[in-house]
């Protein structure tokens, strides 16, 4: 069908149930923001995008974005597409463009969730529809004491609200991936974390099944995690257990606490 071999070490694997595509442009948000597509490959989400608004899409496959250049000419002519040859991730400082946009995408699922915590963080990213693999959107929608409660739901509830749209199954591409991938939506009203949040909570679901304060003792001083976890009622708890407000509070006392610990991770 394609005679272009997709390349595994790019997380190529290409859209090509055309209802899908049709179904991802009917969930896009009604806003005035502009489009950011990452990873177009061949085309066929972004053929449909471009019906809708203007859109700026990131490829890092230059075999991709010749074709790409080749098969939208007109559109980067009239400025409607601006196609950009660059893995997204770099450079991507603080905002990814300089307006409001919402990002679209079917996403490389080797760096998908580091793409959508770099999302929240970009103030200009406004709302987020993107195809990941199932396993990990459901991450990213678990409430407070489910087993799937991780580092990934606090963020994205520290953000906005995040849910999952509707489920594709391996066949919709081509080659088809091992997983079956969901459209994961988020909604974002605020934002409220820094990178040194992200840093934290990952210490704190270290070892999802041990207890906080045990994870917290791997990384900060076991007295004052114990004294600030005792005060808060949490010295029991496991990490899918405390809610997202209870994170940022505790990250605040302990940040006050222990700066210096912070500091000198990030000279390390
Ligand atoms: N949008 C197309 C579709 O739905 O058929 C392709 C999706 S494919 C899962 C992921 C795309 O992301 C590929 O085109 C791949 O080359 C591109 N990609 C992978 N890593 C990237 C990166 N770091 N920056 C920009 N694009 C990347």
Redesign the pocket.
């Known amino acids: 069908m394609y005679n272009i071999k997709a390349?595994k070490k790019?997380?190529?694997?290409?859209?090509?149930d055309e209802t899908v595509?049709e179904q991802i442009v009917q969930s896009i948000p009604n806003t005035k923001n502009a489009l950011v597509?990452?990873?177009?490959?061949?085309?066929?989400?972004?053929k449909k995008l471009l019906k809708v608004k203007g859109v700026v899409a990131?490829?890092?496959?230059v075999d991709?974005y010749e074709i790409l250049t080749k098969n939208f000419q007109d559109e980067i002519d009239n400025s409607k597409l601006k196609l950009i040859n660059?893995?997204?991730?770099?450079g991507w400082d603080k905002n990814l463009i300089d307006t409001n946009y919402d990002l679209v995408?079917?996403?490389?699922?080797?760096?998908a969730t580091k793409?959508i915590s770099r999302a929240f963080r970009d103030s200009n990213c406004k709302n987020i529809l993107v195809?990941i693999q199932r396993e990990v959107a459901v991450k990213f929608c678990a409430n407070v004491n489910q087993k799937e409660f991780s580092t990934l739901s606090v963020l994205a509830q520290s953000v906005g609200e995040a849910e999952i749209v509707f489920d594709i199954p391996p066949e919709a591409?081509y080659p088809p991936p091992k997983v079956t991938s969901s459209i994961l939506k988020i909604s974002k009203s605020e934002l409220s974390y820094d990178e040194d949040f992200e840093k934290f909570l990952r210490v704190c679901f270290i070892q999802p099944r041990k207890k906080l304060s045990k994870n917290l003792s791997t990384k900060y001083s076991k007295d004052i995690v114990f004294e600030i976890l005792e005060n808060l009622n949490l010295e029991t708890l496991r990490p899918h257990q405390v809610t997202t407000p209870m994170y940022h509070q505790l990250y605040k006392i302990l940040k006050g606490r222990i700066d210096g610990e912070f500091k000198s991770e990030k000279r390390g």
Do not use: C, H, S, W
């Open positions: 390349k790019y997380g190529q694997n290409f859209l090509k595509v597509e990452i990873g177009p490959g061949l085309g066929d989400l972004t990131f490829e890092v496959d991709l660059r893995d997204v991730l770099e995408a079917n996403l490389p699922y080797y760096i793409i195809m591409f």
